[in-house]
């Protein structure tokens, strides 16, 4: 550590915090990138699905997964459920084929799929896909470590402009989200 920093300084003598901070942020984009949809993505994929053809639970999931490139797998732990929430919705029927259920949807569920978002979560147009969305985790991990690195090896006034700086990219991102 820098000889600048007072005992204590940026993350005491131990900077194993900042490393866990890195890798905390890092385990949460994956899971978000890769196997979690924003809420009621997964009610506009199945519609979606169903609006194509009939389709049992598994087809939608391995679907879902295909479509998005691997992506997003939703489990069956959270397809299930939906499915049985459309049916009580009378959006879809469940029919009994060789042992399985076998998802259609109604007049109603078709017309819910035909007023449902314009892009299926999977297509690039989605919110959770695209350029900005993958280079999204990149970017933080990148400026994760370059703070790390400051805290490393920088004075006590270069850790305090580091902290301004971050303090105002936190600010200016939280503005993003409000601006809708």
Do not use: C
């Amino acid at each position: 550590m820098h000889d600048s920093f007072p005992a204590g300084g940026f993350m005491g003598n131990n900077l194993d915090g900042v490393w866990q901070a890195v890798e905390e942020f890092r385990t949460r984009f994956d899971k978000r990138s890769g196997t979690r949809a924003g809420r009621g993505e997964l009610r506009t994929a199945v519609l979606a699905l169903l609006a194509e053809q009939p389709m049992h639970g598994y087809q939608i999931i391995r679907e879902i997964e295909e479509r998005s490139g691997g992506n997003w797998k939703p489990s069956a732990g959270s397809v299930y459920p939906t499915l049985q929430l459309l049916a009580d919705e009378g959006l879809i029927l469940a029919e009994e084929s060789n042992g399985r259920k076998i998802y259609s949807l109604t007049d109603a569920g078709r017309e819910e799929a035909a007023t449902a978002e314009a892009s299926a979560p999977w297509d690039p147009a989605g919110p959770t896909s695209g350029k900005g969305f993958a280079a999204l985790p990149k970017a933080g991990m990148e400026l994760a470590q370059a703070a790390a690195q400051v805290g490393r090896t920088g004075t006590s006034k270069q850790v305090e402009e580091a902290v301004a700086v971050l303090d105002e990219a936190r600010r200016r991102l939280y503005a993003i989200l409000a601006q809708d």
